[in-house]
């Protein structure tokens, strides 16, 4: 079963607003990906961290791997009607080899 | 680069019959590939590792003979849902390792929405 609590479940914003989301974990993680599905499609991947403390951008999007390898965050900045969907956090464990552990995702709405 | 796709997209087919999806990594190539189920407004569900040139490895409580998985190539892999019957509607999602920067970033194909009538 998911291993991984992500919140929050969902978020309703206005456009021009920061978004911010994250994963926790009582379990250490060695790699974090965050993705982003739209309805109807695979998830994309957004940004993936390899190193516990590191930060890491794409473009609006920032995302950091938790220092103690149990949490990562993804914040939006400047959120816009296309930033809309569901964002999930997938981590990778030592002892689980290429298995990622996914979230539960966050439903993002943009309201113009 | 790193694109996967698959085939179909959709598809609808009675109840008794076999689908088999394909999945392919387009510009690179993949030694894992992996199988997910989704429900919608649900995360993804891990239902198999497929390893190129041997058995694929299935999750607690996936039917390996109802869900066969093969992967003949680097850049194929194909699941086939066996007599389908209206439970096994679902968007069935692959993924595929890129490795080729030495990191590990999985990349999904764009899913394939079944329904079983």
């Known amino acids: 079963g998911q291993q991984l609590n992500q919140s929050p479940q969902s978020m309703f914003i206005q456009e021009g607003e920061d978004v911010s989301m994250n994963c926790t974990s009582s379990s250490i993680f060695n790699t974090w990906l965050w993705y982003k599905q739209e309805p109807g499609e695979g998830p994309v991947l957004l940004i993936a961290l390899y190193k516990a403390g590191e930060l890491t951008s794409n473009g609006r999007l920032t995302a950091q791997f938790g220092i103690t390898r149990k949490d990562s965050f993804l914040n939006i900045s400047a959120s816009i009607p296309s930033d809309v969907g569901i964002y999930f956090c997938?981590?990778?464990?030592?002892?689980?080899?290429?298995?990622?552990?996914f979230g539960e995702g966050t439903q993002l709405t943009v309201n113009p | 680069g790193a694109v996967v796709s698959q085939h179909p997209s959709w598809v609808i087919c009675k109840s008794g019959t076999s689908v088999k999806i394909e999945c392919r990594s387009l510009d690179f190539q993949a030694t894992t590939m992996f199988w997910y189920r989704q429900f919608p407004k649900k995360s993804l569900m891990l239902m198999a590792t497929?390893?190129?040139?041997?058995?694929?490895?299935?999750e607690q409580g996936v039917e390996k003979d109802k869900f066969l998985i093969n992967h003949a190539s680097l850049t194929l892999s194909t699941l086939t849902v066996t007599s389908a019957h209206p439970e096994d509607s679902s968007f069935y999602i692959c993924s595929a390792i890129f490795s080729g920067r030495g990191t590990h970033e999985q990349y999904f194909g764009p899913g394939t929405r079944l329904t079983v009538t």
């Open positions: 997938a981590g990778l464990r030592e002892t689980s080899g290429s298995r990622l552990t």
């Open positions: 497929s390893n190129e040139g041997s058995k694929a490895t299935y």
